[in-house]
């Protein structure tokens, strides 16, 4: 989760290009049953969430670090040899759409992507409102 918000913040501080800002993120969608979600029973994911529906969907990065940093579900899912290889999770928002898994390999690839990416350019234009620069784009 503290990863997500430090790319989260990054992201709004304009400290990313918007190659990584602009990237989908594939993650896997299970889709609600219809069941309230509540703070009893959101660990109760087999009834809440239909496995046999899985979907392959494509989520921008911001979105997705706010279902982490927001996550009311948030599970690690783990291996047969007890390894950690994909964490399940959704945002008090997105709880009643679907659970969302995101590998474990693919958080390594997105924070490894995010960790060599520098901005070497920025394009700025003053804001005489706010009294201050608005940051148009960053490369």
């Not at 279902?67 to 399940?88: A, G």
């Not at 008090?92 to 390594?108: C, G, K, N, P, Q």
């Not at 394009?123 to 620069?133: I, P, S, V």
Request: glycine share 2%; net charge positive.
């Amino acid at each position: 989760m503290l990863g997500f918000y430090s790319i989260r913040k990054l992201i709004e501080a304009k400290q990313l290009t918007q190659e990584i800002v602009r990237s989908q993120i594939p993650l896997i969608a299970y889709p609600w049953k219809g069941k309230q979600v509540t703070l009893i029973n959101w660990h109760k994911v087999d009834e809440l969430y239909d496995f046999e529906r899985e979907t392959h969907v494509l989520i921008s990065l911001l979105p997705v670090c706010n279902k982490m940093v927001h996550s009311y579900v948030f599970m690690p899912c783990y291996n047969e040899k007890s390894q950690i290889h994909s964490v399940l999770v959704n945002s008090d928002h997105s709880r009643h759409e679907a659970l969302y898994l995101i590998t474990v390999s693919e958080i390594i690839r997105l924070f490894e992507r995010v960790g060599k990416d520098y901005v070497r350019m920025s394009k700025m234009k003053f804001d005489a409102n706010k009294g201050d620069y608005e940051i148009l784009q960053a490369k």
